[in-house]
């Protein structure tokens, strides 16, 4: 293999390891809102639980959307100038997404032992938002990024990927999904 296509190959892995994460966080979601239903269904985890699988999920969330406020997102309006207004627009998303996983985490904190309707329907609104503002940012981000990170040759992510290209692997360890 030329050194060509081994750079190649490795700048389209970065846009190709946002959509893994965008994957996996999609999925992390997934899980959440099926233990929340089991839960006010009668047949999931108790609260604690439902709490810890909340916060593992909204954790893995505002890493990953911190590292792009903190490194993608500089980087890439150094060298792409003219993306600021939709860098400025995942930005705000990010805002709205931690109001809403704020929002979430106070309400799943609050949970009775035993589920009741008001409750189920209140947290099903909540996680109902969260999706849906979620998968609007996550398919925005990337039609307008995912091109633009393959086209990147940025040195230091080469050796030591940033937060928002990391997974977090069964163990509990970060990992790069590549």
């Not at 089991?38 to 954790?59: E, I, M, Q, V």
């Not at 996983?101 to 106070?106: A, E, I, P, T, V």
């Not at 307008?144 to 393959?150: A, E, F, R, T």
Request: hydrophobic fraction near 40%; aromatic fraction near 6%; charge should be negative.
């Amino acid at each position: 293999m030329n050194a060509r296509s081994e750079a190649g190959n490795r700048l389209t892995a970065l846009g190709t390891q946002l959509l893994e994460v965008h994957i996996w966080l999609r999925e992390m979601l997934e899980d959440l809102q099926d233990s929340v239903d089991d839960y006010f269904d009668g047949k999931g985890l108790p609260p604690r639980d439902l709490r810890a699988h909340c916060l593992s999920f909204c954790t893995a969330l505002t890493r990953h959307h911190t590292g792009e406020d903190k490194g993608a997102f500089p980087a890439i309006a150094e060298e792409f100038p003219e993306l600021s207004k939709v860098l400025s627009d995942l930005r705000t998303d990010h805002n709205q997404l931690d109001w809403l996983l704020g929002n979430l985490q106070k309400l799943l904190g609050s949970l009775p032992e035993k589920p009741d309707p008001a409750t189920a329907s209140k947290v099903r609104e909540e996680v109902a938002a969260l999706s849906a503002v979620m998968q609007t940012h996550f398919i925005y981000e990337e039609k307008k990024l995912i091109s633009v990170l393959n086209s990147m040759d940025v040195p230091e992510w080469r050796e030591n990927r940033p937060d928002f290209l990391l997974i977090d692997d069964e163990d509990g360890s970060r990992a790069s999904s590549l």
